[in-house]
T-cell receptor
């Protein structure tokens, strides 16, 4: 079973616009991570947010975490065509520390 | 700096054949993982290892075996391949507990079982 579910499943925007993706999870977590996957490639780590953090920034990325709602969002500002990829949230299920469980992902298409 | 390297990148098997996927990492990481990725399913954990000589089951371990004889290598074996094992397989490694630090992924192995 999936720990995280991303919403929307697919998103298409124009270059320069902001993209927001959401992730909901089912059980308690220590941390939550976001990964990017370009077509036909492996996953690349973007950011890790700890359960006692509410917001974290990295370049054009902004991640929020609401543990009361068991949800997180990833905002990409001023998107570029190179941001076209699938984005996944990942957590440890039920407090597990050795297993990273991924959601089904959001496919982002940035039109030039 | 190679990171995580998977071999082979592509493979076609006939039902019932066996094969081994090799994952090698050069970052001296303790933890290693095998995932499979299917359309609409995201990534699902097959097996993982928390150190040399250790292995543990993930979400979907049936039909697979693993070995971690050397710290830098994590092997995934299919003893008798089935069409349901057609998938893209990813290996990953991390320096510490994966929920507390980033995981590094290989480029994937696309396996087709006919």
């Amino acid at each position: 079973s999936q720990q995280g579910e991303e919403d929307p499943q697919a998103l298409s925007i124009q270059e320069g616009e902001n993209a927001t993706m959401n992730c909901s999870y089912k059980t308690s977590i220590n941390n939550l991570q976001w990964y990017r996957q370009n077509s036909g490639r492996g996953l690349v780590h973007l950011i890790l947010i700890r359960s006692n953090e509410r917001e974290k920034h990295s370049g054009r990325l902004r991640v929020t975490l609401d543990t009361s709602k068991k949800s997180s969002s990833l905002l990409i500002t001023a998107s570029r065509a190179a941001d076209t990829a699938s984005y996944f949230c990942a957590t440890g299920g039920g407090g597990a520390t050795n297993k990273l469980i991924f959601g089904t992902g959001t496919l982002l298409a940035v039109q030039p | 700096n190679a990171g995580v390297t998977q071999t082979p990148k592509f493979r076609v098997l006939k039902t019932g054949q066996s094969m081994t996927l090799l994952c090698a990492q050069d970052m001296n990481h303790e933890y290693m993982y095998w995932y499979r990725q299917d359309p609409g399913m995201g990534l699902r954990l097959i097996h993982y290892s928390v150190g040399e000589g250790t292995t543990a089951k993930g979400e979907v371990p049936d039909g697979y075996n693993v070995s971690r004889l050397k710290k830098q290598n994590f092997l995934l074996g299919l003893e008798s391949a089935a069409p349901s094992q057609t998938s893209v397989y990813f290996c990953a490694s991390s320096s510490w507990q994966v929920t507390n630090t980033e995981a590094f992924f290989g480029q994937g192995t696309r396996l087709t079982v006919v």
